[in-house]
Protein backbone atom coordinates (compact mmCIF):
# COMPACT_ATOMS: atom_id res chain seq x y z
CA UNK A 1 0.00 0.00 0.00
CA UNK A 2 1.32 3.37 -1.12
CA UNK A 3 1.46 6.83 0.50
CA UNK A 4 2.36 10.02 0.45
CA UNK A 5 2.89 13.64 3.14
CA UNK A 6 3.84 16.35 2.43
CA UNK A 7 5.14 18.60 5.10
CA UNK A 8 4.84 21.87 5.99
CA UNK A 9 8.35 22.97 4.93
CA UNK A 10 8.13 20.88 1.63
CA UNK A 11 9.58 17.25 2.71
CA UNK A 12 7.98 15.02 0.58
CA UNK A 13 7.15 11.09 2.53
CA UNK A 14 6.32 8.42 0.51
CA UNK A 15 5.97 4.58 1.94
CA UNK A 16 4.73 1.58 0.55
CA UNK A 17 3.94 -1.55 2.81
CA UNK A 18 4.84 -4.84 1.57
CA UNK A 19 3.82 -7.91 2.27
CA UNK A 20 5.37 -10.33 3.68
CA UNK A 21 8.75 -8.26 3.90
CA UNK A 22 10.30 -8.54 7.00
CA UNK A 23 12.99 -5.71 5.78
CA UNK A 24 12.44 -1.89 5.95
CA UNK A 25 14.67 -0.05 3.13
CA UNK A 26 14.78 3.99 3.63
CA UNK A 27 16.57 6.47 1.65
CA UNK A 28 16.86 10.36 2.02
CA UNK A 29 17.13 12.00 -1.25
CA UNK A 30 18.26 15.24 -2.16
CA UNK A 31 17.48 16.67 -5.11
CA UNK A 32 20.74 17.96 -5.81
CA UNK A 33 23.79 16.54 -8.16
CA UNK A 34 26.45 18.06 -9.92
CA UNK A 35 24.66 19.06 -12.32
CA UNK A 36 23.60 21.91 -9.92
CA UNK A 37 27.44 22.97 -9.11
CA UNK A 38 29.42 25.44 -11.19
CA UNK A 39 32.91 24.72 -12.17
CA UNK A 40 34.80 25.80 -9.45
CA UNK A 41 33.00 23.75 -6.71
CA UNK A 42 32.24 20.56 -9.39
CA UNK A 43 32.04 17.86 -6.73
CA UNK A 44 31.13 19.53 -3.88
CA UNK A 45 27.84 17.34 -3.30
CA UNK A 46 30.06 14.46 -3.40
CA UNK A 47 32.06 15.92 -0.62
CA UNK A 48 29.50 17.03 1.63
CA UNK A 49 27.85 13.27 0.96
CA UNK A 50 31.31 11.96 2.23
CA UNK A 51 31.38 14.08 5.41
CA UNK A 52 28.01 13.52 6.57
CA UNK A 53 29.06 10.02 7.42
CA UNK A 54 32.04 11.75 9.58
CA UNK A 55 30.34 12.40 13.09
CA UNK A 56 27.53 14.52 14.61
CA UNK A 57 26.94 16.42 17.60
CA UNK A 58 25.64 13.06 18.90
CA UNK A 59 27.84 10.48 17.26
CA UNK A 60 31.47 9.82 16.23
CA UNK A 61 31.69 8.39 12.78
CA UNK A 62 32.77 5.04 14.00
CA UNK A 63 29.92 5.30 16.41
CA UNK A 64 27.83 5.69 13.34
CA UNK A 65 29.08 2.53 11.96
CA UNK A 66 28.91 0.63 15.21
CA UNK A 67 24.94 1.60 15.60
CA UNK A 68 24.14 0.65 12.01
CA UNK A 69 26.24 -2.93 12.65
CA UNK A 70 24.66 -3.66 15.96
CA UNK A 71 20.76 -3.98 14.29
CA UNK A 72 22.89 -5.95 11.51
CA UNK A 73 21.97 -3.40 8.99
CA UNK A 74 23.19 -1.31 6.09
CA UNK A 75 24.33 2.11 6.14
CA UNK A 76 25.29 4.32 2.36
CA UNK A 77 24.86 6.78 0.29
CA UNK A 78 25.66 8.00 -3.70
CA UNK A 79 25.82 10.72 -5.26
CA UNK A 80 24.89 11.31 -9.44
CA UNK A 81 24.07 14.40 -11.56
CA UNK A 82 20.54 14.59 -10.66
CA UNK A 83 20.29 13.79 -6.81
CA UNK A 84 21.83 12.36 -3.67
CA UNK A 85 20.71 9.40 -1.79
CA UNK A 86 21.72 8.36 1.67
CA UNK A 87 19.99 4.94 2.40
CA UNK A 88 19.51 2.58 5.13
CA UNK A 89 18.56 -1.19 4.82
CA UNK A 90 17.43 -2.64 8.46
CA UNK A 91 14.64 -5.38 9.68
CA UNK A 92 11.13 -3.57 10.16
CA UNK A 93 11.43 -3.38 14.05
CA UNK A 94 14.31 -1.42 13.27
CA UNK A 95 13.69 1.45 10.98
CA UNK A 96 13.14 3.99 14.54
CA UNK A 97 16.86 3.42 14.64
CA UNK A 98 17.83 3.92 10.82
CA UNK A 99 15.67 7.44 10.73
CA UNK A 100 16.95 8.79 13.53
CA UNK A 101 20.33 7.87 12.23
CA UNK A 102 20.12 9.56 8.79
CA UNK A 103 18.06 12.28 10.24
CA UNK A 104 21.11 13.28 12.70
CA UNK A 105 23.51 12.83 9.42
CA UNK A 106 21.54 15.22 7.54
CA UNK A 107 21.11 17.75 10.46
CA UNK A 108 23.69 18.03 12.50
CA UNK A 109 27.21 16.47 10.93
CA UNK A 110 29.75 18.90 12.48
CA UNK A 111 32.30 19.13 9.26
CA UNK A 112 35.15 19.27 11.49
CA UNK A 113 38.32 20.25 9.74
CA UNK A 114 40.74 17.64 10.38
CA UNK A 115 38.45 15.06 8.60
CA UNK A 116 37.59 17.40 5.86
CA UNK A 117 41.28 17.34 5.16
CA UNK A 118 41.10 13.49 5.76
CA UNK A 119 38.48 13.04 3.57
CA UNK A 120 39.79 15.36 0.60
CA UNK A 121 42.58 12.74 0.23
CA UNK A 122 39.90 9.86 0.12
CA UNK A 123 38.17 11.42 -2.55
CA UNK A 124 41.35 12.39 -4.37
CA UNK A 125 42.45 8.98 -4.26
CA UNK A 126 39.11 7.94 -5.73
CA UNK A 127 39.81 10.64 -8.21
CA UNK A 128 43.06 8.79 -9.26
CA UNK A 129 41.83 5.50 -8.69
CA UNK A 130 39.19 6.58 -11.95
CA UNK A 131 41.95 8.17 -13.75
CA UNK A 132 43.97 4.39 -13.73
CA UNK A 133 40.33 2.46 -14.55
CA UNK A 134 40.49 3.70 -18.00
CA UNK A 135 37.17 1.23 -18.64
CA UNK A 136 35.57 3.88 -16.00
CA UNK A 137 37.22 6.81 -17.23
CA UNK A 138 35.98 6.79 -20.42
CA UNK A 139 32.70 7.32 -19.40
CA UNK A 140 33.49 10.25 -17.55
CA UNK A 141 35.49 11.49 -20.71
CA UNK A 142 32.29 10.89 -22.63
CA UNK A 143 30.51 13.58 -20.74
CA UNK A 144 32.81 16.05 -21.03
CA UNK A 145 32.69 15.44 -24.59
CA UNK A 146 28.83 15.34 -25.44
CA UNK A 147 28.02 18.02 -23.08
CA UNK A 148 31.13 20.53 -22.90
CA UNK A 149 30.94 23.31 -20.82
CA UNK A 150 28.08 21.99 -19.13
CA UNK A 151 27.45 21.10 -15.79
CA UNK A 152 26.29 17.31 -17.07
CA UNK A 153 29.94 16.90 -18.31
CA UNK A 154 31.48 17.46 -14.84
CA UNK A 155 33.07 14.68 -13.34
CA UNK A 156 30.49 13.84 -9.80
CA UNK A 157 33.55 13.25 -7.94
CA UNK A 158 35.13 16.63 -9.14
CA UNK A 159 38.64 17.61 -10.49
CA UNK A 160 41.42 17.65 -8.45
CA UNK A 161 42.07 21.56 -8.52
CA UNK A 162 38.13 21.77 -7.59
CA UNK A 163 38.38 19.47 -4.61
CA UNK A 164 41.74 21.09 -3.17
CA UNK A 165 39.87 23.91 -3.67
CA UNK A 166 36.86 23.12 -1.48
CA UNK A 167 36.65 24.68 2.17
CA UNK A 168 34.95 24.16 5.23
CA UNK A 169 32.79 27.51 4.86
CA UNK A 170 31.87 26.25 1.02
CA UNK A 171 30.71 22.99 2.69
CA UNK A 172 28.77 24.82 4.55
CA UNK A 173 26.79 27.04 2.77
CA UNK A 174 26.30 24.84 -0.04
CA UNK A 175 24.64 22.20 2.77
CA UNK A 176 22.76 25.02 3.73
CA UNK A 177 21.52 26.20 0.66
CA UNK A 178 20.95 22.69 -0.93
CA UNK A 179 19.93 20.29 1.82
CA UNK A 180 16.61 22.47 2.40
CA UNK A 181 12.87 20.92 2.64
CA UNK A 182 11.14 21.26 -0.83
CA UNK A 183 14.64 19.23 -2.14
CA UNK A 184 14.07 16.45 0.06
CA UNK A 185 12.05 13.12 -0.18
CA UNK A 186 12.58 10.23 2.37
CA UNK A 187 11.02 7.10 0.85
CA UNK A 188 10.64 3.83 2.57
CA UNK A 189 9.38 0.39 1.54
CA UNK A 190 8.95 -3.11 3.27
CA UNK A 191 7.87 -3.92 6.75
CA UNK A 192 6.90 0.36 7.17
CA UNK A 193 4.49 2.03 9.30
CA UNK A 194 3.41 5.65 7.32
CA UNK A 195 2.38 7.52 10.40
CA UNK A 196 5.33 6.16 12.01
CA UNK A 197 7.71 7.44 9.77
CA UNK A 198 5.94 10.60 9.09
CA UNK A 199 6.14 11.60 13.13
CA UNK A 200 9.81 10.72 12.71
CA UNK A 201 10.39 13.27 10.12
CA UNK A 202 8.68 15.88 11.07
CA UNK A 203 9.98 15.83 14.58
CA UNK A 204 13.66 15.85 13.74
CA UNK A 205 13.10 18.27 10.32
CA UNK A 206 10.59 20.56 12.07
CA UNK A 207 13.07 23.27 12.03
CA UNK A 208 14.48 22.93 8.27
CA UNK A 209 13.26 25.87 5.85
CA UNK A 210 11.25 25.37 2.94
CA UNK A 211 14.57 27.05 0.96
CA UNK A 212 14.85 28.20 -2.63
CA UNK A 213 14.04 26.86 -5.83
CA UNK A 214 17.14 25.12 -8.10
CA UNK A 215 18.04 26.68 -11.09
CA UNK A 216 19.45 24.61 -13.95
CA UNK A 217 20.01 25.40 -17.33
CA UNK A 218 19.52 23.10 -20.20
CA UNK A 219 22.59 21.41 -22.30
CA UNK A 220 22.95 23.34 -25.50
CA UNK A 221 22.50 20.52 -28.98
CA UNK A 222 24.82 17.89 -29.21
CA UNK A 223 27.19 18.24 -32.02
CA UNK A 224 29.29 15.63 -34.05
CA UNK A 225 32.51 15.23 -31.55
CA UNK A 226 35.29 12.77 -31.60
CA UNK A 227 38.36 12.63 -28.98
CA UNK A 228 40.88 10.70 -28.12
CA UNK A 229 42.37 10.65 -24.74
CA UNK A 230 45.49 8.68 -25.14
CA UNK A 231 47.05 6.73 -22.45
CA UNK A 232 49.62 3.89 -22.95
CA UNK A 233 46.80 1.04 -21.94
CA UNK A 234 46.78 -2.75 -23.84
CA UNK A 235 42.85 -1.90 -24.81
CA UNK A 236 41.29 1.13 -26.29
CA UNK A 237 38.49 2.00 -24.68
CA UNK A 238 35.56 3.19 -26.85
CA UNK A 239 32.57 4.88 -26.42
CA UNK A 240 30.30 6.26 -29.74
CA UNK A 241 26.85 7.52 -29.06
CA UNK A 242 23.77 10.31 -29.70
CA UNK A 243 20.96 12.14 -28.26
CA UNK A 244 18.88 10.28 -26.77
CA UNK A 245 15.06 11.17 -24.66
CA UNK A 246 14.85 12.09 -21.36
CA UNK A 247 13.25 10.68 -18.31
CA UNK A 248 9.63 11.46 -18.96
CA UNK A 249 9.93 11.43 -22.28
CA UNK A 250 6.46 9.80 -24.30
CA UNK A 251 9.01 7.73 -26.16
CA UNK A 252 11.05 6.56 -23.39
CA UNK A 253 9.86 2.36 -23.50
CA UNK A 254 10.48 2.60 -27.10
CA UNK A 255 14.15 3.93 -26.28
CA UNK A 256 14.52 1.13 -23.69
CA UNK A 257 13.82 -1.32 -26.80
CA UNK A 258 16.11 0.39 -28.80
CA UNK A 259 19.14 -0.32 -26.74
CA UNK A 260 18.07 -3.57 -25.00
CA UNK A 261 18.34 -5.07 -29.12
CA UNK A 262 21.24 -2.92 -29.80
CA UNK A 263 23.51 -3.81 -26.49
CA UNK A 264 21.61 -4.44 -23.57
CA UNK A 265 22.35 -8.47 -23.17
CA UNK A 266 24.59 -11.37 -24.44
CA UNK A 267 21.64 -12.02 -27.33
CA UNK A 268 21.73 -8.43 -28.52
CA UNK A 269 23.19 -7.33 -31.94
CA UNK A 270 26.33 -5.93 -30.54
CA UNK A 271 27.60 -8.68 -28.51
CA UNK A 272 26.93 -11.08 -31.00
CA UNK A 273 28.61 -9.23 -33.27
CA UNK A 274 31.85 -8.10 -32.26
CA UNK A 275 32.34 -10.65 -29.58
CA UNK A 276 30.44 -13.75 -30.44
CA UNK A 277 31.21 -13.42 -34.44
CA UNK A 278 34.53 -11.61 -34.24
CA UNK A 279 35.98 -12.09 -31.06
CA UNK A 280 37.09 -8.28 -30.91
CA UNK A 281 36.31 -7.79 -27.68
CA UNK A 282 35.41 -8.81 -24.30
CA UNK A 283 33.25 -6.73 -23.09
CA UNK A 284 30.40 -4.74 -25.21
CA UNK A 285 27.29 -3.37 -24.30
CA UNK A 286 25.04 -0.31 -24.64
CA UNK A 287 23.37 2.03 -21.96
CA UNK A 288 20.82 4.67 -21.26
CA UNK A 289 22.05 8.10 -19.57
CA UNK A 290 18.89 9.56 -18.89
CA UNK A 291 17.91 12.91 -16.96
CA UNK A 292 15.04 15.05 -16.40
CA UNK A 293 15.56 17.15 -19.70
CA UNK A 294 18.22 15.27 -21.77
CA UNK A 295 19.63 11.80 -22.83
CA UNK A 296 22.09 10.03 -24.39
CA UNK A 297 22.49 6.55 -25.65
CA UNK A 298 26.16 5.32 -25.62
CA UNK A 299 27.74 2.28 -26.79
CA UNK A 300 31.08 0.89 -25.19
CA UNK A 301 33.57 -1.53 -26.66
CA UNK A 302 36.60 -2.52 -25.48
CA UNK A 303 39.19 -3.80 -28.27
CA UNK A 304 43.22 -3.81 -29.27
CA UNK A 305 44.36 -0.67 -30.93
CA UNK A 306 44.51 -2.65 -34.39
CA UNK A 307 40.81 -3.51 -33.89
CA UNK A 308 39.51 -0.36 -33.03
CA UNK A 309 38.40 1.33 -36.42
CA UNK A 310 37.44 -1.59 -37.62
CA UNK A 311 35.51 -2.02 -34.19
CA UNK A 312 33.88 1.64 -34.53
CA UNK A 313 32.78 0.66 -37.83
CA UNK A 314 31.06 -2.57 -36.83
CA UNK A 315 29.49 -0.16 -34.15
CA UNK A 316 28.16 2.30 -37.23
CA UNK A 317 26.73 -0.75 -39.67
CA UNK A 318 24.83 -2.04 -36.71
CA UNK A 319 22.91 1.78 -35.88
CA UNK A 320 22.64 2.12 -39.64
CA UNK A 321 20.65 -1.43 -39.92
CA UNK A 322 18.52 -0.73 -37.15
CA UNK A 323 17.54 2.79 -38.91
CA UNK A 324 17.06 1.17 -41.88
CA UNK A 325 15.63 -2.34 -41.38
CA UNK A 326 12.68 -2.27 -39.04
CA UNK A 327 13.42 -5.17 -36.18
CA UNK A 328 11.88 -8.30 -36.21
CA UNK A 329 8.27 -9.35 -34.68
CA UNK A 330 10.44 -11.91 -32.71
CA UNK A 331 13.08 -9.93 -31.83
CA UNK A 332 10.88 -7.30 -30.22
CA UNK A 333 8.73 -9.64 -28.62
CA UNK A 334 12.19 -11.01 -26.90
CA UNK A 335 13.54 -7.86 -26.24
CA UNK A 336 10.32 -6.71 -24.44
CA UNK A 337 9.97 -9.61 -22.38
CA UNK A 338 13.46 -8.99 -21.24
CA UNK A 339 12.12 -5.66 -20.12
CA UNK A 340 9.20 -6.66 -18.26
CA UNK A 341 11.22 -10.02 -16.62
CA UNK A 342 13.96 -7.89 -15.22
CA UNK A 343 11.46 -5.37 -13.81
CA UNK A 344 9.33 -7.93 -12.35
CA UNK A 345 12.34 -9.42 -10.63
CA UNK A 346 14.07 -6.35 -9.42
CA UNK A 347 10.40 -6.19 -7.02
CA UNK A 348 11.85 -8.69 -5.13
CA UNK A 349 13.88 -5.87 -3.52
CA UNK A 350 12.59 -3.49 -1.07
CA UNK A 351 15.59 -1.41 -1.43
CA UNK A 352 14.52 -1.92 -5.45
CA UNK A 353 10.82 -0.68 -4.42
CA UNK A 354 12.22 2.15 -2.54
CA UNK A 355 14.75 3.45 -5.67
CA UNK A 356 11.53 3.08 -7.56
CA UNK A 357 9.30 5.55 -5.11
CA UNK A 358 12.01 7.94 -5.01
CA UNK A 359 12.48 8.41 -9.06
CA UNK A 360 8.73 8.34 -9.77
CA UNK A 361 8.14 11.03 -7.38
CA UNK A 362 11.45 13.36 -9.04
CA UNK A 363 10.71 12.18 -12.47
CA UNK A 364 7.04 11.61 -12.88
CA UNK A 365 5.19 13.16 -9.49
CA UNK A 366 3.27 10.00 -8.68
CA UNK A 367 3.92 6.19 -8.27
CA UNK A 368 3.27 4.53 -11.68
CA UNK A 369 1.27 1.16 -11.34
CA UNK A 370 3.05 -1.57 -11.98
CA UNK A 371 0.50 -2.99 -14.81
CA UNK A 372 0.46 0.41 -16.47
CA UNK A 373 4.55 -0.16 -16.83
CA UNK A 374 4.22 -3.38 -18.60
CA UNK A 375 1.53 -2.31 -20.70
CA UNK A 376 3.51 0.61 -21.60
CA UNK A 377 6.30 -2.28 -22.86
CA UNK A 378 3.87 -4.29 -24.27
CA UNK A 379 2.20 -1.02 -26.67
CA UNK A 380 5.23 -0.51 -28.03
CA UNK A 381 5.16 -1.37 -31.85
CA UNK A 382 8.26 -1.94 -34.49
CA UNK A 383 7.62 0.91 -36.24
CA UNK A 384 7.78 2.94 -33.23
CA UNK A 385 11.63 1.44 -32.45
CA UNK A 386 12.38 2.04 -35.97
CA UNK A 387 11.00 5.96 -36.08
CA UNK A 388 13.07 6.11 -32.63
CA UNK A 389 16.25 5.00 -34.55
CA UNK A 390 16.11 7.39 -37.22
CA UNK A 391 15.38 10.26 -35.07
CA UNK A 392 18.62 9.28 -32.56
CA UNK A 393 21.20 8.08 -34.96
CA UNK A 394 22.02 10.89 -37.15
CA UNK A 395 25.29 11.78 -38.31
CA UNK A 396 25.00 15.52 -36.80
CA UNK A 397 24.41 14.19 -33.51
CA UNK A 398 27.07 11.46 -33.19
CA UNK A 399 29.89 12.01 -30.90
CA UNK A 400 33.11 9.39 -30.06
CA UNK A 401 35.39 9.19 -27.33
CA UNK A 402 38.18 6.89 -27.26
CA UNK A 403 41.23 6.17 -24.87
CA UNK A 404 44.46 4.34 -25.59
CA UNK A 405 46.65 3.81 -27.59
CA UNK A 406 45.81 5.48 -30.98
CA UNK A 407 47.02 8.44 -33.19
CA UNK A 408 44.67 10.50 -34.79
CA UNK A 409 46.47 9.27 -38.25
CA UNK A 410 45.50 5.45 -37.39
CA UNK A 411 41.99 6.31 -37.66
CA UNK A 412 39.24 7.59 -40.16
CA UNK A 413 37.92 10.08 -38.22
CA UNK A 414 36.29 12.10 -41.06
CA UNK A 415 34.31 8.09 -41.77
CA UNK A 416 32.23 8.61 -38.62
CA UNK A 417 29.09 8.53 -40.35
CA UNK A 418 26.51 5.90 -40.72
CA UNK A 419 26.22 5.72 -44.21
Known amino acids: MFHKTILDNGIRILTQ ?92 SVFDLDDIEKERRVILQEIH ?23 LGQPILGTSDSVTSLDREALLSFLSEKYCGRNILVCAAGDVDHDQVVAAIAGAFARLPFGQQKIISAPRSIRHTVNIHKKDLEQVHICLGSRSVPQGHPDRYACQLLNTILGGSMSSRLFQTLREQRGMAYSVF ?46 LTSA ?84
Not at 136 to 150: G, M
Not at 337 to 345: D, H, N, P, T, V
Request: hydrophobic share 40%; net charge negative.
Open 17 to 108: KLPAVYSAAVGFWVENGSRHETNAQNGISHFVEHMLFKGTGRRNALDIAKEIDSVGGVLNAFTSQEYCCYYAKVAGHKLPVALDLLSDILLN
Open 129 to 151: MVEDTPDELVHDLFCQTLWPDHP
Open 286 to 331: SYLNSYSDTGALVVYAGTSPEDAPHACGIILKELHRIKECPVSSDE
Open 336 to 419: KEQIKGQFLLSLESAENHMTRLAKNELYFQRLMPIEEILDRVDQVSGDDVHRLANIIFQDEFLTLQMVGRLDEKDFPLLDLTLG
